[in-house]
């Protein structure tokens, strides 16, 4: 069973950063997809960033030029770095992974989440 576990939210004033990690039970971050999704109270979920099994990554155009996503695959871990952080940069932040392989981080089906970790950005 692969187990996601999301670190590195908190409070921040605007114009602050973050770094948000994904950490992963097992393996399977080598080869599959990754995404970003966040989710504002009264709010639709939405993919912000994903990296494909080759690398290739995908940003929703809000966060477009402020985040970038990476990944460390020694060390199992996907990483959100977050800049110029606005207030409505605010919600829950969530990892997801596909269980196969793409290219196409915004049309893949993600199977595992974690638990999220909350980003507040305060005016």
């Known amino acids: 069973q692969v187990q996601l576990v999301e670190s590195g939210g908190g409070l921040v004033q605007a114009g602050g950063s973050l770094r948000l990690s994904c950490a992963a039970s097992?393996?399977?971050?080598?080869?599959?997809?990754v995404g970003w999704y966040r989710q504002a109270p009264g709010k639709e979920r939405e993919l912000v960033a994903g990296?494909?099994?080759?690398?290739?990554?995908y940003y929703a155009e809000s966060v477009k030029g402020r985040f970038t996503i990476s990944r460390d695959n020694a060390k199992n871990t996907r990483y959100l770095q977050m800049t110029s952080l606005k207030p409505e940069d605010t919600a829950m932040y969530y990892c997801?992974?596909?269980?196969?392989?793409?290219?196409?981080?915004?049309?893949?089906?993600?199977?595992?989440w974690g638990q999220g970790t909350q980003v507040t950005v305060s005016s």
């Open positions: 990296i494909s099994s080759a690398g290739s990554t």
């Open positions: 097992g393996s399977i971050f080598r080869f599959n997809v």
């Open positions: 997801a992974a596909s269980d196969y392989y793409s290219d196409y981080p915004l049309y893949v089906k993600y199977k595992y």
